[in-house]
């Protein structure tokens, strides 16, 4: 039989150009940044420049009155494993060097309707502004404004609009601002959001761009269409390169679908379709997908805290499991379970993740028969371990043998400068 001839291969090239093209295009792959293992969300009139020590302070203090150690924290959380001592110390450290990865300074439902907007706007940014100038702000942080539905539009452009403003006067927008888009419906409003960000840069003097935003998908039309469809995909479409993430708001969704308020849940099965779709819609795309939050908290009574601790750290692990690997917290209190969930998912697996890595890059047998793709969610799983500080570049050198670089490259994570 003959062999195919190169013209036949070119001209299947050209046949698939444009798949090829739009393929690139729409699903680049990793972005190359950190994902935040959380979003903390503070009403934007309880948000000053020392929110973030309050918060550290705050989750220290709880451990302190209702856990003093890693034995008794273990006892609380029902955990059959215990905790180790070298865990625990290492969630205080995290609370002591960087208790929120990730801060949103809330417009929306956790600041509601007042006269007094522009200025808590304004207020906020300089508090913001004087964090980044001293290098305390956390790696991601931002703001959460109103809809753009038609009842909040105009106040929540021109909230962003002062925010912004602030920040750029004061030379304060690093690659870690985020905007969070509130109760999302619609794809055209995506489009609109573009479009804002264009004249918010234009008008400040803020390079082309530059402003991301967050989808908040916290409405059934963000999920289903009614043509049947999920708009989300064409939502990250059409937000020309600017969205960076897909956020699951629990309680507005559930509401929206008639769930009665004691079954509201991030594991109702409701929740589970959504972010499902969410993830679905996300994959490929760089665009993080971050799980919502519970709103049993860990105050009152010593027993009341525990209870409250277990199901924090319970939905904590479920969302990492799904593999939703960012979630919210609402509670200074919530800190010390979200590490503790997050760094016990980054470290019951190392040594069995890095046995296997390290025998698919040296050869060898691990006991596993791993793919390329198998190899790519190792690494990956290693290097979240590795960002949010359940490991350390020291171990992964004992343990694999291999540096950083190689980790992403094994990962699919193209290095950033």
């Known amino acids: 039989m003959a062999p195919v001839e190169e013209a036949f291969l070119v001209e299947l090239d050209r046949r698939l150009a444009g798949a090829d093209a739009e393929l690139a295009a729409l699903y680049p792959g990793d972005r190359g940044v950190r994902q935040p293992v959380h979003t903390v969300y503070v009403p934007a009139d309880r948000f ?12 220290k203090e709880a451990l302190e009155r209702n856990a003093g150690s890693g034995s008794e924290l273990a006892e609380a959380l029902e955990l059959p494993t215990g905790l180790s001592d070298e865990l625990f110390e290492r969630v205080l450290a995290k609370l002591e060097r960087e208790p929120i990865e990730d801060l949103r300074i809330d417009f929306e439902d956790g600041y509601g309707t007042r006269p007094d907007e522009d200025d808590a706007a304004i207020s906020a940014a300089r508090a913001v502004a004087d964090l980044v100038k001293t290098g305390e702000v956390p790696p991601y942080y931002g703001l959460r404004i109103k809809s753009l539905e038609a009842p909040t539009r105009r106040r929540g452009v021109r909230t962003l609009d002062l925010f912004v403003g602030e920040l750029a006067r004061a030379e304060a927008l690093t690659d870690g601002f985020v905007i969070t888009l509130a109760k999302v419906t619609s794809v055209e409003q995506i489009e609109a959001m573009v479009v804002v960000l264009d004249a918010i ?6 390079p082309a761009g530059a402003l991301k935003f967050e989808i908040q998908v916290e409405t059934p039309q963000a999920i289903l269409g009614p043509n049947g469809t999920t708009p989300l995909g064409r939502m990250i479409k059409a937000g020309a390169g600017r969205v960076t993430g897909l956020h699951y708001g629990t309680y507005d969704y559930s509401a929206s679908l008639g769930i009665a308020a004691a079954y509201q849940s991030m594991e109702h099965p409701v929740a589970d379709h959504a972010k499902d779709t969410m993830q679905l819609a996300a994959a490929g795309t760089g665009v993080f997908v971050c799980d919502g939050s519970t709103n049993v908290l860990p105050i009152g009574e010593r027993e009341d805290v525990h209870a409250a601790w277990r199901l924090h750290l319970r939905l904590v692990r479920r969302s990492l499991a799904r593999g939703i690997y960012q979630g919210w917290d609402m509670h200074p209190a919530q800190l010390p379970t979200r590490y503790v969930a997050t760094y016990l998912f980054y ?43 359940a490991t350390a570049q020291s171990e992964l050198d004992t343990l694999i043998g291999i540096d950083t670089p190689t980790l992403a490259k094994l990962a699919r994570r193209p290095l950033r400068a």
């Open 48 to 59: 000053h420049a020392g929110t973030v020590g309050e918060w550290a302070q705050g989750a």
């Open 201 to 206: 840069e234009e008008a400040h003097g803020i």
């Open 347 to 389: 470290r019951e697996s190392l040594d069995s993740a890095a046995k296997r890595l390290r025998a698919y890059v040296n050869g060898g047998d691990s006991g596993y028969l791993d793919e390329p793709a198998t190899a790519a969610a190792l690494a990956t799983y290693i290097l979240r371990g590795l960002d949010c500080g």
